[in-house]
């Protein structure tokens, strides 16, 4: 209750707030707390979210996608697509065109040749680009005027928005990075800590994995912003403590990423200092179900591979009862308020590509029940059922975190009640995010029957997340356990489709496909179990204006619109 | 100096009535440790025999009665997902004292061995103080990783998947743990060796072993009592830190470093959650202290006599 | 004296050596990947190539006397450039960390002022704290003073520096706003005011950690002044008319001395190693936030050197421990 007043409040101060608001500097000072702390700035050699969001400040891309996954111009006067011209009509080239009078940070003027040299420096083979899926299919960047890109690709793209776009690819100044292309790269020690951007701020001091203080960007493109003439970024600590030093002692303006308890944060938030914010993207908590065997009794090279199928998880009919037993909506209310909502799809979004499933909502113990019977698991004297001799036990891993421990107590507890009977294990999430081949507790590795984690996709486009699940993405020993199809599924008619998918420029034609995908690795085989549609919380002051909570690119995306409210 | 000779007393009675009687005459006078006994044979058997008596299973939800405070179903209230607090204290409370108890033995004894060793040995010292010297080197973390890596499955197939990860865990702590006592151990001995009862005994042809027994190891036991009690508290710490780190338990199961861990997030609504396993430990940490106390007024002749 | 002291310093160079041979293959062989934090969305085939870039598929031998000759050979020249200004070191690789790709001696010098401050300080707190109050309790035995102490260092101890730091700033910076929680390390103290500022922030985290070395020490020191209290050696001196203050000041204290040493010595290096749990809880960001997250991020580079660097102290240190067993008591002989 208290926290919609507070939630209510909030919005009403905003909308009273004067909109036109003073001169470039006159807010004084921001401060921003990430519990994980940025360790580079170049978004190019790091992917983590701490790092790419922090560089977002600073570098900008082409264009971006807008709170509600929009593409919005940046650096260019609009967005270029097959009615204007912009992309060519065989999707094979797109044409951007820089805004007028655009300077860097330094002074001197952006221009084409910069974002050439930038996909030059991501393409560079020993270059280690974090970003290099984006330019996929890039053949060429030329420039035929100072203001006009042309990216050439190898064939039709259907979604040309990749390079240039959102806050993984933003424009690097050539003069500063010309000397740190390829193996150079992991060299350039200033140059990744004090890019040179067109962003609303320059950096003035980074300590890595502490602190980046920043100034206003003198050469920023609107005259009026940003409104602060300082910003503090500070790293480290835990989600807790940053909610504190937001909600509770009003030392910091924004708090990123608050995963925590919803009723600690709604405790927080009666500090009174601040106010939460949430907003939704594509993550998407789920249970991944083991295709094959991980029994340790198998030689390795045969444990967990495609050569041995699963005992148990098989069968469709027990896949499907264990998702039947689950209750999403208490998992939501427990694990992530109005943070989260209960979900049955891979891809939750965006709407057009979201599948209307919505059958897993409702917990059903008794049709789980009726369809153990019917695999023909029968319960045995202790309860737990059994088929030939052979007890239904599962192992059900996952990473270290407050949250999915809770889960995994109550997915063990509804599954018992159908007759399940589940061992649980958690694994530091370095380790198990970490895919060191000679390690038994990767996720890819998957030495469990069960496994329970997160992900999701960049940008708005769901092709390359969908493409993970054919059938020689599988990590395998082969492989040195690489690999995203972690399930090991495997199915000819997905693959096809995943093809079909890749030649399809129409809109609503790949909708139609994406959401055939979803629906093939989900509800129609439950090789992936999907729980909960994630968003994500943050926090800001109540004296901070602007924030506008943004899941599809950096979070902290328009930080140059933002401003004290006095 | 004033450091006059300390001779053993010489035992000449051969009534039938060992040592240890003595021994436990002199502790029973020590009230403290008498009291500390009492508390810790108290919280013994609160958690053993505790759940036959309370029977609510610690992993058993309860959704409806989440985060309900102390009363008659559940006297010390429940957690975020129902489940009683009070039963996982109990059930958390075994794990949590023989871990302490057991990786405190290990780390102890290992500790005393090398730190003796070291300090009567003069050959000995060199090799066995680089070792030490490497185990306090040695990054904590990625050490239990490669531990649990190469010992997880073939602990958890020979004895079990429980018995496995308690004998891991306890190992582990003991194991990274023992060098603080073998210093100190080391340093003492290395002045007692000198002293002059030492030398007697040595010069009218005492063995080693005895002599260690006899002479020296009764006098390094109070640091050694302060370490077992220090150690204790830090194993029992360790251990939740483990169980988190993915190389211990598994997570629905409770000990009272976890429970203490889960509910500070939670410090400022339910404070009374972090309060029943901060005062576990605590309180079995001061018993053993206490305990330790007593022990050792009793097992030093020199107080024994009086 | 001064020939073991010289013995036992070569003697430390080949122990030091095998000690960061030993350190490389634990943290070769312990799992993890330096891509661990890298989100899922970026592909295998990208992961590869940024391995690759890092150098990681070189064979281990190649890769640690890389590190060894950068560590023993680029460093100190480095260093020697940077004191007197030649360029002895140019177009020489300096050890470079994976995840921030800048030299890690850069970053650790950066690091070492807050540590210094915080985890330094609250080490001496605690040791100032920790002796007066183990003579009294062992010369007051069973006083209301020595139950009071013991009672007090004993829940510190068992009370975890996660519980205590959360509940010093719910307490101080919370309910009674006195206290920042958050440390600055940006903050340069020049004048009487910020001088103010840096006390106030220093002050929870160094409340946290003395609370931990108190607690342990004082016990020690109790149980080693009880052990000498009940020698011969303070009788005599006592009924040879000696003040009870030079009894138990020179005395026994001098001969309780040797295991408290030890200690102290103990845990000089580990000031060095960090204040892993209290860093991060009040963002000091000092070693040990630098140390656990580069084991988060298992940059390699990152932390050999620090564990190195953290051996050299633990050998110095216990070396040093080693002399003042010798000068507290004559009779022990090394040699």
Known sequence: ?566 | MTDAPMLEPVKTDTSGRSQWWDVWDQFKTHKGALFGAAVFLFIVLAVTIGPFLWTLEPTFIDIRARNSGPGLAHPFGTDQLGRDILARMMAGGQVSIAVGLTAMLISVLLGTLIGVVAGFFRKLDGVLMGLTDLFLALPLLPLLLVMVMLFRETLARSFGPEMGTFILIVSAIGVTSWMQTARIVRGEVLALKEREFVLAARSIGTPSRRMIMRHVLPNVLSPIMVSATLGIATAIITESALSFLGLGFPPDFPTWGRLLFDAIDYLQQYPERVFWPGLAISLTVLSVNYIGDGLRDALDPRIRGR | MLTFTFRRLLLAIPTLVLISLIIFLLLDLAPGDPLADQPLSIPPEVRQKMRDALGLDAPAYVRYLLWAKQFFWVEPLNFVDWAIGTNFSEGLQRIVSWQFRAPVFDIIIQRIPQTLWVVGLAYLVGVMIALPIGIISAYKQYSWFDQIGTFVSMVGFSVPPFFSGVLMIVFFAIMLPWFPSIYDTTLVVNDFESFGQQVRQMTLPVMVLALQTTAQLSRFMRASMLDNLNHDYVRTARAKGMTEKVVLLVHVLRNSMIPVVTVIALGIPSIFGGAIITEQIFKVNGLGQLLITAIYANDLPMVQTLAFIFAVLIVLCNLIADVLYGLLDPRIRYD
């Open chain 1, 1 to 566: 209750m208290k926290l919609r007043t507070i939630l209510m409040g909030a919005v009403a101060a905003m909308a009273i707030a004067p909109v036109a608001h003073a001169e470039r500097g006159s807010d004084g000072e921001v401060k921003i707390i990430y519990w994980q702390a940025p360790s580079i700035l170049n978004p190019y050699l790091s992917g983590g979210t701490k790092d790419i969001e922090a560089s977002s400040l600073i570098v900008e891309p082409l264009a971006r996608f807008d709170e509600t996954g929009a593409l919005v111009p940046y650096l260019v006067d609009e967005i270029p697509t097959v009615e204007n011209g912009g992309v060519a009509a065989d999707l094979t080239s797109i044409t951007w065109k820089l805004k007028e009078g655009l300077k860097w940070s330094d002074g001197t003027p952006v221009t084409s040749a910069d974002a050439k040299f930038t996909a030059e420096y991501c393409m560079a083979p020993d270059g280690g680009c974090a970003q290099s899926a984006k330019f996929d299919g890039v053949k060429s960047v030329d420039t035929p005027d100072e203001r006009t890109i042309v990216v050439t690709f190898t064939g039709p793209k259907p979604v040309p928005y990749a390079a240039f776009v959102g806050a993984q690819s933003p424009l690097l100044q050539a003069a500063q990075f010309k000397d740190c292309v390829g193996a150079k790269a992991q060299e350039c020690t200033s140059a990744n800590f004090g890019p040179i951007g067109t962003g609303p701020f320059v950096v003035t001091d980074f300590k890595p994995n502490d602190v980046i203080t920043m100034k206003a960007n003198d050469n920023y493109r609107d005259p009026a912003k940003p409104a602060f003439a300082t910003l503090t970024f500070k790293g480290g600590g835990d989600a807790a403590s940053a909610g504190r030093a937001v909600l509770e002692t009003g030392e910091y303006d924004y708090a990123w990423n608050l995963q925590l308890a919803p009723e600690v944060i709604a405790k927080m938030a009666e500090g009174g200092k601040g106010t939460p914010v949430s907003g939704f993207g594509t993550l998407v908590e789920r249970i991944e179900m083991n295709m094959t065997d991980p029994s340790p009794d198998l030689p390795e090279g045969e444990r967990a591979t495609a050569k041995q199928p699963h005992p148990i998880l098989s069968d469709f009919k027990v896949r499907k009862a264990l998702s039947m037993a689950i209750d999403r909506p208490l998992l939501v209310e427990i694990g992530y308020g109005q943070a989260g909502r209960p979900t049955c799809n891979l891809v939750p979004a965006p709407e057009l590509f979201a599948s209307p499933n919505t059958e897993c909502h409702t917990q059903d113990v008794e049709g789980a029940k009726a369809l153990l019977e019917e695999a023909g698991w029968t319960v045995g004297a202790d309860g737990v059922r059994e088929k030939d001799g052979k007890k239904l036990k599962l192992l059900f891993q996952t990473s270290t975190n407050a949250v999915r421990q809770d889960f995994q107590a109550l997915i063990k507890q509804w599954w018992a009640d159908v007759g399940v009977e589940t061992e649980l294990k958690n694994i530091d999430g370095s380790v198990f995010f970490g895919g060191d081949p000679a390690s038994p507790d990767t996720f890819q590795k998957f030495y469990a029957d069960v496994e329970m984690y997160a992900n999701n996709f960049d940008g708005t486009d769901p092709e390359q997340y969908l493409g993970q699940y054919t059938c020689e993405k599988a990590p395998r020993p082969e492989t040195q356990w690489q690999g995203e199809n972690i399930n090991r599924f495997c199915d000819p008619a997905y693959d096809e489709l995943v093809a079909e998918l890749g030649k399809t420029g129409e809109i609503s034609k790949r909708a139609e496909i994406a959401k055939k995908l979803n629906e093939m690795i989900t509800k129609d085989t439950m090789t992936i179990v999907p729980l909960v549609d994630r968003g994500r919380v943050s926090a800001h002051s109540n004296s901070l204006g602007g924030v506008v909570l943004n899941t599809w690119d950096s979070e902290i995306w328009n930080a140059a619109d933002w401003f004290r409210i006095k």
